[in-house]
């Protein structure tokens, strides 16, 4: 049975994950340490074919300034020629980062989060418009957003079996770093642990305001949420 301190612990561990994921998205664009003089140099050197009003469209949805879109858009095309990101390219990103696990299923999980539109690639408008959210979003939004995570089938709640599917995939990509620590079956022991803190009405699925309710009742959950606010 594990101490008080350990099943804390774990059961933050998919919170955190998912928002530093979005971290490992901004390094591998080379976005994330801009400074001033950087960002200038970035700006004279953009000539892409984003049209005014697209560009001030997406200010607008989101919480980027113009220049801040322009220096993404630079970096995602530069990354991204062909204007879209797929899956493929989240599991390469995941494998270099993650070199001694298996990221390959969070890196599927993460994706379709992203894709939105369920087409098998995310447009640079989807992909800002989630960094967004998990970097500059209310704590709502955020919470939402990781909701959306873990309900792998889309029907508005979290089951069980999804929220071990990731948990495992969060396990498997740590590999090396997490197996030595923790027992073997600690996936399946965390997932009963924070699942039941968080299925109020014991109904056997997690509500979109169960999960939020009980993610704002965790401290280090909502101190989590606040660390990459101001990475950009």
Same mark, same amino acid.
């Given at each position: 049975?594990?101490?008080?301190?350990?099943?804390?612990?774990?059961?933050?561990l998919?919170?955190?994950?998912?928002?530093?994921s979005?971290?490992? /998205?901004?390094?591998? /664009?080379? /976005?994330i340490?801009?400074?001033?003089?950087? *960002?200038?140099?970035?700006?004279?050197m953009?000539?892409?074919? &984003?049209r005014?009003?697209?560009l001030?469209q997406?200010?607008?949805?989101?919480?980027?300034?113009?220049?801040?879109l322009?220096v993404?858009? @630079?970096?995602?095309?530069? $990354?991204?020629?062909? !204007?879209?990101?797929? %899956?493929?390219?989240?599991?390469?990103?995941?494998?270099?980062?993650?070199?001694?696990?298996?990221a390959?299923?969070?890196?599927?999980?993460l994706?379709?989060?992203?894709?939105?539109?369920?087409?098998g690639?995310v447009?640079?408008? !989807?992909?800002?418009?989630?960094?967004?959210?998990?970097?500059?979003?209310?704590?709502?939004? +955020?919470l @939402?957003?990781?909701?959306? /995570? &873990?309900? *792998?089938?889309?029907? !508005?709640?979290?089951?069980? %079996?999804?929220m071990m599917d990731?948990?495992?995939? *969060?396990?498997?990509m740590?590999? +090396?770093?997490t197996?030595?620590?923790l027992?073997?079956?600690?996936?399946r022991?965390?997932?009963?642990?924070?699942?039941?803190?968080?299925?109020?009405?014991?109904? !056997?699925?997690?509500?979109?305001? $169960?999960?939020?309710?009980?993610?704002?009742?965790?401290?280090n959950?909502?101190?989590?949420?606040?660390?990459?606010?101001?990475?950009?």
């Open positions: 049975m594990w101490n008080k301190g350990e099943s804390e612990g774990l059961q933050t998919g919170i955190v994950v998912v928002v530093c979005s971290l490992k /998205l901004l390094h591998y /664009l080379g /976005l340490d801009l400074s001033d003089d950087k *960002i200038e140099d970035e700006l004279e953009t000539t892409v074919c &984003y005014p009003e697209g001030e997406l200010e607008a949805q989101t919480n980027f300034t113009k220049r801040e322009q993404l858009y @630079r970096g995602f095309k530069n $990354e991204c020629p062909s !204007g879209v990101v797929n %899956e493929e390219t989240f599991k390469q990103i995941y494998a270099q980062f993650f070199p001694h696990g298996d390959s299923m969070y890196a599927h999980y994706f379709n989060a992203f894709d939105t539109t369920q087409t690639s447009k640079f408008e !989807g992909f800002v418009m989630a960094l967004s959210t998990l970097l500059r979003g209310t704590v709502h939004e +955020k @939402r957003w990781t909701f959306n /995570l &873990y309900d *792998i089938n889309k029907d !508005g709640y979290i089951n069980k %079996e999804e990731i948990v495992k995939a *969060i396990y498997d740590m590999g +090396k770093y197996y030595p620590v027992k073997q079956d600690a996936p022991l965390h997932v009963e642990v924070f699942f039941q803190k968080m299925d109020k009405n014991k109904d !056997g699925v997690v509500t979109l305001d $169960e999960f939020i309710e009980s993610c704002q009742e965790d401290d959950i909502m101190r989590s949420l606040q660390l990459f606010e101001n990475v950009m």
